[in-house]
C-alpha cells in the first residue's frame, strides 16, 4: 500500500511540473510615450524602429523615442489612433488607423490618406501583388492598390474584423467578432469554422507556427491551438485564463503572448513558460502590464507596445 502511495505522489509531482512556471527575470529598458498606446511596430530598411500609437507615428532614433512629423512640419497623423501596418516595399509602408488607410513614403517624407476618413481598420495582410485585405469595424474589405477601389467582401458577415492571418500561398484565416473563418484565395470560398465557444468566443490575436502545422489562438479566455491539418482545436491548459492581445514566435522558437498582465514566453518543446510583470520597485521590470504588440528586430531584440510606452528587451538581458 505504502508503495503504491509513494508511486502515485510521484507521478503527481511529475504531472504538476511537466507545465512548470520558470523563475527567470528578463530586463527591459523602457521608453515612456506620455501615456499612449503603442499598438505597431515596423522598421524601415535603414534599420529605423517606427511605431504606430494612439497618438500617431512615432520613430526611436536609437536613444529616445519621438514624433515623427513630415517634410513640410505637419503632423497629420497626430491624434490618430494607428493600430497595423504593413510594408509595400523599402519606402512605402501602408498604416491601418481609426481614420482610415494611409500610404507612408519615407523617400519623400509624405503621408497620404487612400480611403474614407470614416473606414477604422484595425488588421491589415497582404493577399496578393495587387490586393490587400483589410480588417475593418465594418467587417472585411479587398483594397486593390492599382485601381485604389474598396471592396467589402459580402461572403462573411459585416462584423469588426481582426486579426487576419496568411496559411500559405492561397489561404487565410480571419477572425472577426463571430468567430473564426478560412479564405481560400484560388477558389473564392469563406469557410466559417467552428471554435469551441466556453467563456468567450472573441478573438484577440493569431499566430501562424513557422512550420505551418498550426495556428496559435489568443482569445478573452486565454491561448488556443488550432492544428492546420486535422481542424481541430485545443485548449493550452492550465494557462492562465487571461486576454491574449497579441503573439510573436521568435527566432529561437518561443511563443511570446501580450496579454492584459504582462508578458507571457511559452517554450512548448519543454512544456513551460515564463512571466513578467511591471513592478513599481524594479526600474527594469515591463513599463506597463498591458501588452498591445510584439516585434522582433533585425537583430533579435524585443519591442513590447504597451498601453503606457514601451518596454525594450534585448536578446541578452536575462538573469538566472
Known amino acids: 500500500m505504502i508503495k503504491h502511495m509513494l508511486v502515485s505522489l510521484l507521478l503527481l509531482q ?3 511540473s511537466s507545465y512548470a512556471q520558470i523563475e527567470r527575470t528578463r530586463e527591459f529598458v523602457n521608453f ?41 512640419g505637419s503632423d497629420v497623423l497626430k491624434g490618430t489612433f494607428i493600430y497595423c501596418t504593413l510594408k509595400q516595399d523599402d519606402v512605402h509602408f501602408y498604416l491601418g488607423t481609426e481614420k482610415g488607410l494611409y500610404l507612408l513614403d519615407l523617400k519623400s517624407d ?19 501583388d495587387s490586393v490587400i485585405l483589410l480588417g475593418t469595424l465594418n467587417g472585411l474589405i479587398k483594397y486593390d492598390t492599382g485601381r485604389n477601389t474598396f471592396q467589402p467582401v459580402d461572403k462573411i458577415p459585416q462584423l469588426p474584423t481582426n486579426p487576419i492571418v496568411r496559411l500559405d500561398k492561397s489561404r487565410f484565416l480571419i477572425a472577426n467578432y463571430q468567430g473564426l473563418y478560412l479564405y481560400d ?24 507556427d513557422s512550420a505551418n ?7 478573452e479566455n486565454g491561448l488556443w491551438k488550432y492544428d492546420i491539418s486535422s481542424g481541430k482545436f485545443t485548449r ?18 518561443l511563443l511570446w503572448l501580450g496579454t492584459d498582465n504582462g508578458l ?54 536575462m538573469v538566472e
Not at 536609437?62 to 513630415?70: A, F, N
Not at 509624405?110 to 496578393?128: D, G, H, V
Not at 491548459?237 to 529561437?252: E, G, L, Q, R
Request: aromatic share 10%; charged share 20%.
Open 14 to 16: 511529475l504531472c504538476i
Open 32 to 72: 515612456d510615450k506620455g501615456g499612449a498606446f503603442v499598438h505597431c511596430f515596423f522598421q524601415d530598411e535603414k534599420g529605423v524602429i517606427w511605431m504606430g500609437t494612439s497618438n500617431g507615428l512615432s520613430m526611436f532614433d536609437g536613444q529616445k523615442v519621438c514624433r515623427h512629423k513630415v517634410l513640410d
Open 110 to 128: 509624405t503621408c497620404q490618406l487612400l480611403s474614407s476618413p470614416t473606414m477604422s481598420i484595425r488588421a491589415i495582410e497582404q493577399m496578393n
Open 185 to 208: 484565395e484560388s477558389a473564392d470560398t469563406y469557410e466559417y469554422l467552428s471554435v469551441p465557444s466556453e467563456e468567450s468566443s472573441l478573438i484577440l490575436s493569431l499566430e501562424v
Open 213 to 219: 502545422r498550426w495556428v496559435w489562438i489568443g482569445r
Open 236 to 253: 493550452i491548459t492550465p494557462f492562465p485564463h487571461t486576454p491574449v492581445k497579441n503573439m510573436h514566435i521568435s527566432a529561437d522558437g
Open 264 to 317: 507571457y514566453i511559452y517554450d512548448e518543446s519543454l512544456n513551460r513558460y515564463e512571466h513578467a510583470v511591471h513592478s513599481s520597485q524594479n526600474t527594469k521590470s515591463l513599463v506597463n502590464n498591458i501588452i498591445w504588440h510584439i516585434f522582433e528586430d533585425r537583430d533579435g531584440n524585443i519591442w513590447l507596445g504597451t498601453g503606457s510606452g514601451i518596454s525594450l528587451y534585448y536578446n541578452s538581458h
